[in-house]
């Protein structure tokens, strides 16, 4: 059977890297013109494909599979119709197009033209010269002009952007090839043709688990450093300076809320003075501990007051439904900022771990001393300062009085506070209330379940979470989140000292011993 002519040649779609051409007319006038777009090849997914691999750095198939928004088998199949070729040896002809042009047109050294076309330099000079019989050194004496200046023009930095060694890329991989930075170094090195020494880091900034089919992949989204050591941190810092001249402003409750509120205060040259009926998330947590140990309940320092707000002894979930309620980037940027882990900055659900997140508190609070601002425990707010209609400070039960804007950031559970607004006729808009209840599952079974396995989530995955929507008699009703659950098992003492800690599931952990100070 004979063999179908190929109907696109990749140089066809090929999109030029120099910046302007001489061009000598039939009357012999020259004219330095830009490089012209390729004529449309009468196919248009070749033709997108080849200005997509114009403006991608180092294309794989992965990276062209989510750009073009079409299934792999899909883009297999018309790159083979097309161009009878694989999407891999498609990419790699580009790439070394790229090469080729580069070595007849300009003056950039080797290895610069071998990082525009997206190879470490040993990488590309075994590719070049197994494609064209000879080394890309004899190739530039062979077919570069004299007057190579004279006809060419090219942009050094331009081209050297290009050619960075910091780059992103998409990749779907199996949850193994995911488990650590030194197996994605693998499939990097196999994507890019990058050896495994050149990467120096593999940064994640997107991570999601496509468990739709039998076979389960792990998408993401990466910053690979290639013969370069990262030098920025993972997150975006915000600046916050000096505000002890700033204007006050009043702050109601150390909260997430009320947080934030001091930060963004800093940000904006205001000095936030924040009042806390509760004790800090230190001291806080001792009074916690009384409430399961010994039955005593301060009523100004628990699970409601203090430090942290509510959610400061949770595992902390960074995440919300709602697409309303301005930068929620920012907010995990700030957290990362003060000590929280960068993969809450990747994870689709991210939590900040309840042995991490007092300390992230904690940092928040010395940001707000050190930018001049002031922090003020088991000082609770009894009454608005106001005057002409305006609110102007707070007394609180200690009898000092603070001056200033007031943010109340106070929180559902501080029901004095509500009242007293009520009693002195200050409207309160109402918030719609959702009442809870709690299910409880084995997390084998959700595993099972979300992943469509007997054996649930294995060796490599992560432990498997859902979510509920769904309207009965015109309300609606919604799971709000997975919390952990601590199952503590007491064992005989040995020397005070824990014996074993095995986490079961996100929902059980064995504790061997429980010291008697816990």
């Known amino acids: 059977m004979k063999e179908e002519k190929a109907k696109v040649s990749v140089e066809q779609i090929y999109r030029s890297r120099l910046t302007e051409k001489c061009v000598t007319y039939d009357d012999g006038w020259m004219h330095w013109e830009a490089p012209r777009e390729p004529e449309p090849t009468g196919y248009p997914e070749m033709d997108a494909l080849g200005k997509l691999l114009a403006t991608t750095p180092v294309p794989s198939v992965q990276a062209v599979t989510v750009a073009m928004g079409m299934p792999a088998s899909i883009l297999r199949a018309f790159v083979q119709g097309y161009t009878g070729m694989t999407v891999t040896k498609l990419i790699v002809r580009y790439r070394l197009l790229v090469g080729e042009e580069l070595l007849r047109c300009t003056d950039l050294d080797l290895t610069s033209i071998a990082r525009c076309a997206g190879y470490q330099r040993e990488v590309f000079s075994r590719k070049f010269s197994a494609y064209y019989g000879q080394s890309p050194s004899d190739y530039r004496y062979f077919k570069r002009p004299n007057r190579f200046r004279e006809l060419y023009r090219w942009d050094n930095q331009k081209l050297k952007k290009i050619g960075t060694m910091i780059r992103e890329l998409q990749l779907r991989v199996l949850p193994q090839d995911a488990v650590s930075e030194?197996?994605?170094?693998?499939?990097?090195?196999?994507?890019?043709?990058?050896?495994?020494?050149?990467?120096?880091?593999?940064?994640?900034?997107?991570?999601?688990?496509?468990?739709?089919?039998?076979?389960?992949f792990v998408n993401l989204k990466v910053q690979v450093f290639i013969e370069e050591d990262p030098t920025t941190p993972a997150y975006q810092s915000v600046t916050y300076g000096d505000v002890s001249s700033g204007k006050p402003v009043v702050i109601v409750g150390a909260g997430p809320g009320g947080l934030f509120a001091a930060l963004r205060a800093i940000e904006l040259g205001l000095r936030p003075i924040v009042v806390e009926r509760g004790k800090n998330v230190r001291e806080r947590k001792k009074d916690i501990a009384r409430i399961s140990r010994e039955h005593l309940v301060n009523p100004e320092s628990n699970y409601s007051f203090g430090e942290g707000g509510a959610g400061a002894y949770s595992d902390g979930k960074l995440y919300t439904r709602s697409k309303k309620r301005g930068s929620v980037e920012k907010i995990l940027n700030v957290f990362c900022q003060h000590g929280a882990s960068p993969s809450i900055l990747s994870d689709a659900h991210p939590h900040i771990g309840t042995d991490k997140l007092p300390r992230v508190i904690e940092n928040m609070r010395e940001q707000i001393l050190r930018s001049g601002g002031e922090v003020h425990f088991e000082t609770r707010m009894d009454r608005l300062i106001i005057r002409d209609n305006e609110v102007i400070g707070i007394e609180t039960q200690t009898g000092e009085t603070f001056m200033g804007p007031v943010i109340l950031a106070t929180g559902h559970s501080a029901r004095d506070v509500y009242y007293y607004l009520y009693n002195a006729q200050i409207p309160i808009?109402?918030?719609?209330?959702?009442?809870?209840?709690?299910?409880?599952?084995?997390?084998?079974?959700?595993?099972?379940?979300?992943?469509?396995?007997?054996?649930?989530?294995g060796k490599y995955l992560p432990a498997a979470e859902y979510s509920f929507v769904t309207q009965v008699q015109g309300r609606g009703v919604y799971s709000f989140c997975m919390c952990p659950v601590v199952l503590l098992y007491r064992q005989p003492a040995v020397h005070g000292r824990l014996l074993s800690m095995e986490c079961l599931h996100p929902t059980v952990v064995r504790i061997g011993l429980i010291p008697e100070w816990l």
Not at 189 to 209: C, D, F, H, M, P
Not at 438 to 456: A, C, F, M, S, V
């Open 429 to 457: 808009e109402a918030k719609g209330i959702a009442v809870g209840v709690r299910l409880e599952h084995p997390q084998q079974l959700i595993d099972q379940i979300q992943y469509h396995r007997k054996e649930g989530r």
């Open 182 to 216: 030194q197996t994605l170094k693998q499939v990097v090195s196999q994507e890019t043709g990058v050896s495994v020494g050149e990467i120096n880091a593999v940064r994640i900034l997107k991570r999601s688990i496509d468990a739709r089919q039998r076979t389960i």
